[in-house]
């Protein structure tokens, strides 16, 4: 495995982990000439799933979509960097088990299932991110969804 932080290929593994699912493995990896540690992922080549927007447009799933948005409302607070790779692994198998045997799956339910794990993380980075996926116009719609958290909380 080329390293990221030198180019070099000589490495070794340190720990290898398998998802839930066993549709992927996690390998955490040091680089024996620099001492860089950095993750690699195995995953086994599939059909893509598509993803059916709003629009009806269809497009590939992307991960990396959701990564960034759960980083974004993840900012600033205390959560690990082990933590929100479990959470984006348990987010992604959750996917690929509804795409299931149609390779399709609706935006809306991918939000749906990113909030779910989210809220279970995090209610402060849950409500940011609800904010941006439900589109909240007004103070009103946080007041709601703040309301109906700390009702679950009771």
């Known amino acids: 495995m080329l390293c990221p932080h030198c180019g070099r290929t000589d490495d070794r593994v340190l720990e290898s982990r398998q998802n839930s699912s066993g549709s992927s493995?996690?390998?955490r990896r040091e680089c024996l000439s620099c001492g860089y540690r950095f993750t690699s992922y195995?995953?086994?080549e599939e059909k893509p799933i598509m993803v059916i927007k709003r629009d009806?447009?269809?497009?590939?799933?992307?991960?990396?979509?959701?990564?960034r948005g759960i980083r974004?409302?993840?900012e600033k607070r205390n959560i690990?960097?082990?933590t929100i790779e479990r959470l984006l692994s348990k987010i992604e198998d959750e996917i690929v088990?509804?795409?299931s045997n149609k390779g399709?799956?609706?935006a809306t339910k991918i939000g749906e299932i990113a909030l779910k794990h989210l809220y279970q993380v995090d209610t402060v980075a849950y409500v940011r991110f609800a904010s941006v996926y439900r589109a909240f116009s007004s103070?009103?719609?946080?007041?709601?969804?703040i309301e109906r958290i700390t009702d679950k909380m009771k």
């Open 56 to 67: 009806k447009r269809r497009e590939p799933f992307d991960l990396k979509k959701i990564e």
């Open 139 to 145: 103070v009103d719609q946080f007041i709601e969804e």
């Open 97 to 99: 088990l509804s795409a």
């Open 72 to 74: 974004i409302t993840t």
């Open 25 to 27: 493995i996690r390998r």
């Open 42 to 44: 195995e995953r086994i």
């Open 104 to 106: 399709e799956v609706h």
């Open 80 to 82: 690990s960097q082990d």
